[in-house]
Every structure is written in structure tokens, then in C-alpha cells.
């Protein structure tokens, strides 16, 4: 299908601009983390850096409490990947292969309560997690992580699972296996893809959570990135070399992820709001 | 049609399943002990704190948990007659049409792009959701560096054409606008691979013949793809809304509601009168009226552009 009336050249020109809309944040980021102090600040901004240096990252990991969140937030991403993985991959096979009686309702149920604005839950949240003595714990923060990222992700899955052959399973049944042999060995394999978008979903919601990390967290040696970054721009707000090698090493792990996984991710967010 | 089908498909597959009974008991055993933990969690983390956040609006609560009593619904009248609570309740609305419009934009002519052949087209399809997978607190920084007066690169870019746009996030009259614009960067990829998918499920051979009939490419356009991907962009519409709408952290990390309250919209307000008002009670009062209003728009919104049935 060819866009109303775009010639060649707007086109062309349309390219250009999305690709430095998109990509030109994100190199200026990265150059800007590797300059020198004198050079960051120059009138003149240089567009490759001449005075490459890691000065920065030194500084970062070595006077700041950097990688103390970034540990924090390795525990409540990867924390969060594991527990959602488990709920919402139980919960998918149970409601959109085993189909339960009932099912369409709980998984509508699920689904509606994803769209309960965060804001409405904040303070009672506060006092649950007070009551559970989970206030400023790994623990805390994961569980409500998992209850913001598992419902997406049973929806998620269930494009996978659909597409995995029901005749599988009879033949399974045939060859004298029990649903969990099955669900196990036969069905959980061959949503690797499924598993993998899933994971990244996760990771990448946990590292960048900020609105319960915010409250949840009272300790400085909890915090996660998103709070722990945002109080060195405080800190240091007129070292930009600084603030750009934090941001950098914010950003970085959740792209690697995305580009082991992205074509699987993007495919399945596709594929479950179209089907 | 493709509801139908579903269903039929479903019928079948159960009464293949029929023969073996202990079977499909043993199935259903293991599907509920699957789904029961999920369910545990959200009616933990979602249902309970949902009933408590509306008992918390019905009395005067100030620090979270500390000792209240009922006062029915005095504390909705307070919210109610806060001057603060209808300019953030207009400040979202002005967020959330802001940042569709933006969005759909954005996402419509960069589906267009995606859909066409060629590498560049071939390669942005992976890289283009790049803002979106970019951590929010990165997003916000690094906005803040490039619309830095001393030292930005867009500042400086703009001022050397001389467009001089002064501190957008510092300036109450443009930092909604400039927040919104940065927060349209940061979804726009999600907008633009959802409406790319629709598109790409319009079969190429209904197109065809539109063109063979003499129709031009945005009669096209607008009479057949369209129409057909209506369902999706629904979707997309109210979900894409509703999420909207409750962003709080790309907000609060670059203006925390500022400057003067300018960028405060109804999540900021709810969670500075919460957590830095200490009036736990006011804050879930002004969360139950905004879910109120919510459903009365995405009410209104399905009546509105809902898909007819079995077209």
C-alpha cells in the first residue's frame, strides 16, 4: 500500500528525519558520555567526541553510589522476570490451552484489572506492604512489579501458546502422557520465543519502574535506577559527562536485551493484538 | 467473522477431547492449581488495595496508616471544591488529547514508512521502537541535556537558526507542551508497530482490486484499510488512552509537576497530596473520582468508534 500522495522525495525526507528523530538522541547520549569535561561544555558542541575518555564512567562507578543501584535494580529486574514468568506462563497454559471452566471470565478479569491506574492503588499499596513488613525489601518491590507485568504477559502468551498445534497434545496423550509430561516436555519448548518476549517485557518494566520504587523504597542503599539516577542529575547537575555515563549504563542493558529478543517481542505484540 | 471462527474452532477441539473423562479432570486440576497463583497476586496487589483505597476516601486520613474515622463523604466534597483538582483534572485532559493526537501522527507515518520495501524500511522496523525500550528516567535526562540553554545540542541547533526556545521545562507557559512532546518520543514506537501489524494484515489482493476498480490511493486509503483495521485501532485507542492518561514518571522525573504546578495533572496531583500533603484520604478520594471519570469516557469512547459487529 503506498501512502496517500507521497512522492519519492517527501519520502526520502520523511526517512531522514524519523531516523534522527529516533537514532540522534541516542547517539548524542552516547558520544556525550565519552568527552572530556572541558569538551561537553564547549560553545561549539563537537559531533564526534575528540578527547575520547572514560573519565566519566571512572567517576561514576568509583565516587558515586551508582553501582549500588545498579545492583538494586539487577535484583528487582531479574526478581521480577522470574516470578512473572512463572505466574503468567501458568496462568497462560491454564487458560488458553487447558481452557478451565471459567476461564474467559478470569482471564477477563485479569486483563481488566491491568488497566487500574497505578495512582489509585499507591497508598493502599503503602499500607499492605507496611502491614507485610515489606516496606523498603527486594521482596516488596518484586511483588508489585509482578502484579503490573503478569497480566500482560498471560496476554502476551497467549498468542504463542495458540499457535503451538493442539494435535500435539493427543498425540502426547496417545504415547501415554499426562497433562504435566506434556505441558513440560512437549508444549513449554516450543514457546522459547514466547518465554524470551516475555522476559524482556518484565526486565525492562522492573529497571525502569519508578513510581513504587519511589515510596517503596526509604533507604538510600535500596534504591533502584530510576531514583538513584535522577538524585546524581541532582548532585551533579553541572557535570553533564557524568549524568550521561549514568544514563548510558541505564539504558544500555535494556536495549542489549531488546536486540537478542526484538523481533520476537515485536512480533508477539503483533500477533496478540491482531488475533 | 474471525470471532466465529474462533469459537467454532474452540467447540471442536473440546469434543475431540471428549473421549478420555479422567483425562480432562486431571486437566482441569492442574489449569486451576496454574491460574491459581496469579489470581492470589492480583487480588492481593490489585482487588484489596482497590476496596481499601475507596474505604480510605470515606474517612480523614492524613500520614498513610495512621488512626482515622469515617466522615462518609465530606472528604469528596473537600476534593471537589479544590481549585487544584479541576486544574489537574484539565491539565490531563489537555495531556491526554496532546499526546494522541502527537502519537497517532507520529505512528500512522511511521507505519506507512515501515510497510514499504527496501532496507531502510526493513531495518526500522527493529530499531524504530528504540524510545520505547529506552528506561524513562534515561528518556527524561537525556531531554533535559539536549534542551539544556548552556549547552544543548536542540538549543543550540534552534538558536543557531534563530529560534531561541528559552528553558521549555522551566517555562510554565510551553513546559506541558514540551513534556508532552517528550513523552510522545518516549510511546510514539508503540503506536507505529501495533498500527504497522494492522496494516500488515490488510490482504494486498483487496487493495489490488480497489486500484483496478480506479480508486486512488487515499480513496484507498480511507474506504478500504481503514474500515478493516477499525478493530485494532480501537484497541489501541483505549488502551493507548488509559495508559496515557495515568503516566506519572515521565512527568515527575522532568518537572515533578512544575514549575508553578504547570505540568501537575491529575497522577501528580494524586501522588503529591498523598505523599508529600500527607492526606492519604484526599488523595484516594481524588483517585476514586478519576476512575470515575475514565469509565465515563471510555464508556463514551466505545459508544463512539466502536467496530460494528460482523461487518
Redesign the interface.
Given at each position: 500500500?503506498?501512502?496517500?500522495?507521497?512522492t519519492a522525495l517527501p519520502?526520502t525526507l520523511?526517512?531522514a528525519v524519523?531516523?534522527i528523530?529516533?537514532?540522534g538522541?541516542?547517539y548524542?547520549?552516547t558520544i556525550?558520555a565519552f568527552k572530556g569535561r572541558e569538551e561537553?561544555?564547549r560553545s561549539?558542541?563537537t559531533l564526534v567526541p575528540e578527547t575520547f575518555t572514560l573519565s566519566n564512567f571512572e567517576q561514576l562507578f568509583q565516587a558515586t553510589d551508582y553501582p549500588i543501584f545498579l545492583r538494586n535494580s539487577a535484583i528487582v529486574a531479574v526478581g521480577t522476570t522470574v516470578v512473572t514468568l512463572?505466574?503468567?506462563l501458568?496462568?497462560a497454559?491454564?487458560?488458553y490451552r487447558?481452557?478451565?471452566?471459567g476461564?474467559g471470565r478470569?482471564a477477563a478479569?485479569?486483563l481488566l484489572?491491568y488497566?487500574?491506574?497505578?495512582?489509585?492503588?499507591?497508598?493502599?499499596?503503602?499500607?499492605?506492604l507496611?502491614d507485610l513488613q515489606l516496606i523498603d525489601t527486594y521482596a516488596g518491590l518484586i511483588?508489585?512489579n509482578?502484579?503490573f507485568t503478569?497480566?500482560f504477559c498471560?496476554w502476551l502468551l497467549r498468542g504463542f501458546i495458540l499457535s503451538v498445534p493442539?494435535d500435539l497434545d493427543?498425540a502426547a496423550?496417545i504415547d501415554g502422557a499426562?497433562?504435566?509430561r506434556t505441558?513440560a516436555q512437549i508444549v513449554l519448548p516450543l514457546l522459547a520465543p514466547g518465554i524470551a518476549t516475555v522476559s524482556v517485557y518484565s526486565f525492562?518494566f522492573a529497571?525502569?519502574?519508578?513510581?513504587f520504587a519511589?515510596?517503596f523504597v526509604v533507604s538510600s542503599s535500596m534504591q533502584t535506577?530510576?531514583i538513584g539516577?535522577?538524585a546524581i542529575?541532582g548532585q551533579y547537575t553541572v557535570n553533564?559527562g557524568l549524568?550521561?555515563a549514568?544514563?548510558l549504563f541505564?539504558?544500555l542493558p535494556?536495549?542489549v536485551l531488546?536486540a537478542f529478543v526484538?523481533?520476537h517481542?515485536?512480533g508477539g505484540?503483533?500477533?496478540g493484538?491482531?488475533? | 467473522m474471525?470471532a466465529t471462527i474462533n469459537r467454532l474452532a474452540?467447540t471442536v477441539?473440546?469434543r475431540?477431547?471428549a473421549p478420555?473423562r479422567r483425562?480432562s479432570g486431571?486437566?482441569?486440576l492442574?489449569?486451576?492449581?496454574?491460574?491459581t497463583?496469579?489470581?492470589v497476586?492480583?487480588l492481593?496487589?490489585?482487588?484489596?488495595?482497590?476496596v481499601?483505597?475507596v474505604t480510605?476516601s470515606m474517612q480523614d486520613q492524613r500520614v498513610?496508616?495512621s488512626p482515622s474515622s469515617f466522615v462518609g463523604f465530606a472528604t469528596y466534597l473537600d476534593v471537589l471544591s479544590d481549585r487544584a483538582f479541576w486544574a489537574a483534572l484539565g491539565r490531563s485532559g489537555i495531556w491526554l488529547i496532546a499526546n494522541m493526537v502527537v502519537q497517532a501522527v507520529l505512528g500512522f507515518?511511521?507505519a506507512?514508512?515501515l510497510?514499504?520495501s527496501g532496507w531502510?524500511s526493513r531495518t526500522?522496523?527493529?530499531?524504530?521502537?528504540?524510545?520505547w525500550?529506552?528506561?524513562?528516567?534515561?528518556v527524561?535526562?537525556?531531554?533535559?541535556?539536549?534542551l539544556?540553554t548552556?549547552?544543548g545540542?536542540v538549543y543550540?541547533m534552534l538558536d543557531a537558526v534563530g529560534i531561541d526556545i528559552g528553558s521549555p521545562f522551566g517555562n510554565p507557559a510551553v513546559a506541558l507542551g514540551a513534556v508532552i512532546l517528550v513523552n510522545s518520543?518516549h510511546w510514539f514506537?508503540l503506536s507505529a508497530?501495533?498500527i504497522?501489524?494492522?496494516?500488515?494484515?490488510?490482504p494486498t489482493e483487496v487493495?489490488e482490486a480497489a486500484k483496478v476498480d480506479g480508486a486512488g490511493?487515499?480513496r484507498?486509503?480511507t474506504s478500504i484499510?481503514l474500515p478493516l483495521i477499525q478493530p485494532?485501532l480501537f484497541?489501541?485507542g483505549l488502551?493507548g488512552s488509559?495508559w496515557s492518561?495515568?503516566i506519572?514518571?515521565s512527568i515527575?522525573?522532568i518537572t515533578a509537576g512544575g514549575p508553578a504546578g504547570a505540568t501537575t495533572t491529575?497522577?501528580v496531583y494524586?501522588?503529591d497530596t498523598?505523599?508529600s500533603a500527607f492526606r492519604?484520604s484526599r488523595?484516594?478520594a481524588a483517585?476514586?473520582l478519576?476512575?470515575a471519570v475514565?469509565v465515563v469516557l471510555a464508556l463514551v469512547f466505545a459508544r463512539l468508534s466502536r467496530p460494528k459487529e460482523e461487518v
Open positions: 500500500m503506498s501512502g496517500p500522495s507521497l519520502r520523511a526517512k524519523l531516523t528523530i529516533v537514532i538522541p541516542l548524542w547520549v556525550s561537553i561544555i561549539t558542541p512463572l505466574l503468567s501458568g496462568a497454559y491454564g487458560l487447558l481452557r478451565v471452566p476461564g478470569i478479569a485479569i484489572s488497566l487500574i491506574p497505578g495512582t489509585l492503588l499507591i497508598v493502599p499499596l503503602y499500607s499492605m507496611a511483588l508489585v509482578v502484579a503478569a497480566p498471560t493442539r493427543e496423550a499426562g497433562p504435566l505441558m525492562v529497571w525502569t519502574e519508578f513510581v519511589s515510596q535506577l530510576p539516577l535522577s542529575v553533564w549524568v550521561m549514568g544514563t541505564t539504558l535494556t536495549i531488546f526484538g523481533r517481542f515485536v505484540l503483533i500477533a493484538a491482531t488475533k | 474471525a474452540a477441539s473440546r475431540r477431547q478420555s483425562r486431571r486437566e482441569a492442574l489449569g486451576y492449581a496454574l491460574v497463583p496469579i489470581v497476586v492480583m492481593l496487589v490489585i482487588a484489596l488495595p482497590v481499601s483505597a480510605t498513610i496508616g507515518s511511521t506507512l514508512l510497510q514499504r531502510w526500522a522496523r527493529t530499531w524504530v521502537v528504540l524510545p525500550v529506552v528506561p524513562t528516567v534515561a527524561a535526562v537525556m531531554w533535559q541535556w539536549m539544556n548552556n549547552y545540542i543550540k518520543w514506537p508497530v501495533v504497522y501489524g494492522a496494516l500488515a494484515t490488510v487493495i490511493a487515499w484507498t486509503f484499510t485494532i484497541a489501541l488502551v488509559l492518561f495515568n506519572l514518571d515527575y522525573l491529575m497522577p494524586v501522588y498523598a505523599f492519604s488523595a484516594a483517585s476514586v478519576t476512575v475514565l
